[in-house]
């Protein structure tokens, strides 16, 4: 695990399904943060056996109010995109969420 200076992107998105032919996003949030490496912590999570470190990196909490609009369906995703320097590679990460 590493941490480093560069660019985050943060996108919550609804995905609304019609009988589950046609999945639709709509992104709700979006934001970009500049990223330093002094603002990472390591810490440990889990307990027991499933303890286990890990590099965070806090964004705050993002309300229902900060949203474009309100949800309308229950299932959503959050993607994060990391670039630590114009032109290297993009980092991705995603996962499906509840609202």
């Given amino acids: 695990m590493t941490v480093s200076d560069g660019i985050a992107n943060l996108i919550i998105s ?3 399904t019609l009988f589950g032919l046609n999945d639709k ?3 709700l949030y979006e934001r970009v943060f500049i990223t330093n490496k002094k603002d990472f912590r390591k810490t440990k999570v889990g307990m027991g056996t499933l303890e286990h470190e890990v590099i965070l990196f806090s964004m705050g909490r993002i309300t229902y109010s900060e949203l474009r ?3 309308s369906s229950i299932i959503g995703k959050v993607e994060i995109n990391f670039r630590v320097a114009p032109g290297s590679e993009v980092l991705k990460g995603d996962t499906t969420v509840g609202f």
Avoid: C, L, Q, V
Wanted: proline share 11%; net charge positive; aromatic share 0%.
């Fill in 14 to 16: 609804e995905i609304s």
């Fill in 25 to 27: 996003t709509t992104i």
């Fill in 69 to 71: 609009k309100k949800p």
